[in-house]
């Protein structure tokens, strides 16, 4: 089955935010856009007057139609082309208008995804792919992607993925450091967990982090299952927890996969052993609880943290709310359903979904264009990326920047706690280290 997060949820868990400008003053998407000559330019899909831009949206119907989810995101293409009018109405980004190549892809295989990265990396190549799946192929070919998920290894040379989703390895040591200020480890004995083996290196940042912090780590622990062997993986983790049990282990750090892992196998087991634990995946958690309803021991007493606030603050953020507006004025009879009030788990009325999306990956895109002034190339595009600093982004709460070799956010922290009427995690509205 399918993850809502594999569907359109970014930004660890929740619809991604509108960047808005370059500077720490708020401005609409409309507000990016500045209307001066551009200049020719070499780069792959950008003349004078013109920057084509991939946008391979996530075929909502195709994957009803092949296993039934009733999923509703709302229109992806009537989405972006209001916002790309509005903009190319107020004559583009530096002169350039936006020309969008929509390529609808079925995300329930891998063949899709990669004809489509071949259709706009080589057949009609453009400057840039918008969260596409399988980013790897586009950065290989050199064509930068925006709020895509990098999880292979690139090749030398490869193009940037400019996302608001900090890496773990760059996130975790903020969130361990703002975990320990808020006491959770005080007086505790602490163990790490990892899901799978894939987290061994997560594992590594996550122990550096805390020992920085000055916890004391007394046991690690990482499941060695295969993925795919729920069996043997809950047969792993009763013996992982019955060891941290013996060992007094009163705070289970659970991390990567383990944040949704540690929930289920000990669900599975019937573990009588409930400790106190944090989860340094959010989203993981936060996707799972959304597809399955926990018994309670096993959830109410974890803390994680989000680099973003919960959807109804995003929801309620200005900019989001002149965007839904634009898309719902040039397409009048498209439903756009509030997030507010949703029961957790139920896609069906997810329509808010594309449009936001397409606020934040226009809004970063159109950010990152800005700044790299009439001479657009791939260069000039990454060296404005990381440039970025002290940027108001909507639904963020608090700015957040780049840096030199760095295409990823960071910025504020969101403390995650169990809200037992949701039944779900819920993120606070306002970042607790700002």
């Not at 109410?300 to 989000?306: G, L």
Request: proline share 7%.
């Amino acid at each position: 089955m399918i993850g809502f997060n594999k569907l359109g949820r970014t930004l660890r868990g929740r619809v991604l935010l509108v960047v808005t400008g370059v500077s720490m003053a708020t401005m609409s998407l409309n507000a990016l856009v500045a209307p001066s000559a551009g200049a020719a330019s070499a780069a792959p899909g950008v003349t004078a007057t013109a920057i084509k831009v991939g946008i391979p949206y996530v075929d909502i119907a195709a994957v009803d139609k092949q296993i039934g989810l009733h999923i509703n995101q709302g229109s992806y293409p009537d989405s972006y082309n209001a916002l790309i009018k509005s903009i190319n109405s107020r004559g583009g980004i530096n002169g350039r208008k936006i020309v969008p190549i929509f390529v609808p892809v079925n995300p329930t295989g891998t063949a899709a995804a990669a004809t489509a990265c071949t259709q706009l990396t080589e057949d009609t190549p453009v400057f840039v792919s918008i969260d596409p799946l399988s980013p790897e192929c586009y950065l290989n070919h050199k064509t930068p992607t925006i709020n895509s998920t990098v999880t292979q290894v690139l090749s030398s040379g490869a193009a940037e993925n400019f996302t608001l989703t900090p890496p773990a390895v760059a996130y975790d040591p903020i969130q361990i450091a703002t975990l320990a200020k808020q006491g959770v480890f005080k007086g505790k004995k602490v163990a790490v967990f990892g899901g799978e083996t894939t987290d061994q290196d997560e594992v590594k940042v996550v122990q550096t982090a805390l020992a920085k912090n000055r916890v004391k780590v007394v046991q690690t622990a990482i499941d060695s299952a295969p993925a795919t062997d729920q069996v043997a993986g809950a047969q792993q983790e009763q013996a992982i927890s019955q060891r941290f049990k013996n060992a007094g282990i009163n705070l289970v750090v659970a991390v990567g996969t383990g944040s949704s892992a540690w929930p289920q196998y000990q669900e599975q087991n019937q573990s009588t052993y409930t400790p106190p634990w944090v989860a340094t995946n959010a989203e993981d958690l936060l996707g799972t609880m959304q597809g399955k309803t926990f018994d309670t021991q096993y959830v109410s007493n974890v803390v994680s943290t989000s680099p973003t606030p919960n959807q109804a603050a995003i929801w309620l953020e200005p900019q989001i709310k002149s965007c839904v507006s634009t898309i719902k004025k040039a397409y009048p009879s498209n439903v756009i359903n509030s997030p507010i009030g949703q029961t957790p788990g139920d896609s069906s009325t997810n329509t808010y979904v594309a449009p936001e999306n397409a606020c934040i990956n226009l809004g970063l895109f159109t950010a990152i264009v800005k700044a790299a002034g009439k001479s657009l190339t791939v260069k000039s595009f990454n060296q404005a990326g990381y440039g970025l600093k002290n940027v108001t982004l909507p639904g963020a709460g608090a700015p957040v920047s780049f840096g030199p070799g760095q295409a990823y956010a960071l910025g504020p922290v969101y403390m995650a706690k169990y809200d037992p009427v949701g039944k779900t995690l819920a993120i606070a509205a306002k970042p607790v280290n700002k």
